[in-house]
């Protein structure tokens, strides 16, 4: 076993102090750091866009409002039990697509138009087994209509945020209008 004498260890320990010294010396500090760039401001929506974003409003708003009828209004308790799936859904999607309508300086209607409030006006007087069969066709129907608008409006679209949102909802309303056949 090998140990170094008294001399080696007095000789390496001041080596090392003088490295450590030394390495302190040559670096005095951080360069300062760059500026930041400016913030870019998002830009405003395209009248494509703007028009994407009120349709999926209406089309998010209208299915809100039949679903919170349909927890009460249904007699399938498939349809009842999906209500409740699609709220929570659709107000997470028209939460996502309020704040991108904001950033992209477009104001969103607070109710659903006046021919989408009329079939909820419609739906409202139906319980039970009619009301089943009304909203099944309902469902299908306007899934049939928002995936039209939604593909021909997304291939001109020119924000991807918006188009993703597009395709989220026409994706939950494929698989809602599934389930309730």
Not at 134 to 142: E, H, K, N, T, W
Not at 145 to 166: G, H, R
Request: with cysteine; glycine share 2%.
């Amino acid at each position: 076993m090998f140990l170094p004498s008294r001399h080696q260890v007095l000789a390496c320990s001041s080596l090392v102090v003088s490295l450590f010294t030394l390495s302190a010396c040559m670096n005095p500090g951080q360069p300062p750091a760059p500026p930041l760039p400016s913030l870019a401001k998002p830009a405003p929506f395209t009248a494509v866009d703007t028009g994407l974003a009120t349709k999926l409003n209406d089309a998010d708003l209208t299915h809100i409002a039949l679903a919170n009828l349909a927890k009460t209004h249904a007699a399938r308790n498939d349809i009842a039990l999906l209500s409740t799936t699609i709220v929570k859904d659709l107000t997470d999607n028209h939460d996502k697509l309020t704040a991108l309508a904001t950033t992209g300086t477009v104001t969103l209607a607070a109710k659903p138009s006046a021919q989408s409030q009329k079939v909820i006006d419609q739906m409202q007087r139906l319980h039970g087994a009619a009301f089943d069969r009304a909203y099944a066709r309902y469902l299908a129907s306007s899934t049939k209509t928002t995936s039209t608008v939604i593909d021909a409006d997304s291939a001109t679209s020119t924000n991807a945020d918006l188009v993703k949102l597009a395709t989220d909802l026409k994706t939950k309303l494929l698989g809602y209008a599934a389930q309730v056949k």
